[in-house]
């Protein structure tokens, strides 16, 4: 079974600053994915970034940019220019490569509150 | 607007009582999921259907039960054998397909259920 561990329950950063969150996973799979949702206050569930397993570059959209290290099993999260509505809970999520499915795994979240 | 619609936003069951959460997508996707998520655990799966009239177990799926009749309904009934059912549960849906966009999930708003 795969796992996904978060090992930073809560973070703060400064406006316009950058801030990166850890996740690393534990799988004996080959082709699988990655995924960075995340949950506002409304509790709406937001997909940030997706990454697969097979492409060695890093997935970037906008601010919103990841540090995918296969070997290490490490898939980390950079937010530039950190705002106010970038404040969330942040949830890392492993998907095998499989059928019609597509089940997660998640970590248990990492609460990021954007201050001024 | 296409997504997925969940219904209730609240509600509230006296023990023993069954209660069905809502799930609506007028999406077209092929698969549903129901995600349970309790402070500090993450998002743990529940149930999953790939298609209509088959559905899945998930990693926690004792004392819950749902059906798949209609491709855009995907209804889940909290029984009396759930022995801690107080949490917020999120229905998603996803493509079904093998293609690109096939491991995205998306998400409703979820339902925010409280045992007195």
């Known amino acids: 079974a795969q796992t996904v561990t978060q090992s930073q329950p809560e973070m703060s950063v400064q406006e316009a600053e950058t801030v990166t969150l850890s996740c690393t996973y534990d799988t004996s799979e080959n082709n699988y994915y990655l995924f960075w949702y995340k949950q506002p206050p409304s509790r709406q569930m937001i997909l940030v970034i997706r990454?697969?397993?097979?492409?060695?570059q890093n997935a970037t959209e906008n601010r919103f940019s990841v540090n995918f290290q296969k070997a290490a099993k490490s898939f980390s999260l950079k937010i530039s220019d950190s705002q106010l509505g970038d404040t969330a809970m942040y949830f890392c999520a492993f998907m095998k490569h499989t059928g019609t499915a597509s089940k997660l795994t998640f970590g248990t979240g990492t609460r990021l509150q954007v201050t001024l | 607007d296409g997504g997925i619609t969940q219904s209730p936003k609240y509600l509230f069951r006296k023990e023993g009582q069954n209660v069905t959460l809502s799930c609506e997508q007028n999406l077209n996707h092929d698969a549903m999921y129901w995600y349970r998520q309790d402070p500090g655990q993450g998002l743990r799966l529940i149930y999953y259907s790939q298609i209509v009239n088959d559905f899945q177990k998930g990693d926690i799926a004792e004392g819950y039960s749902v059906s798949r009749e209609k491709k855009e309904s995907f209804p889940l009934t909290v029984t009396s054998a759930q022995k801690n059912p107080t949490a917020f549960y999120l229905c998603a849906s996803s493509i079904g397909a093998v293609s690109s966009g096939a491991n995205v999930l998306t998400f409703g708003a979820g339902s925010r259920l409280t045992v007195l």
């Open positions: 990454q697969e397993a097979y492409k060695q």
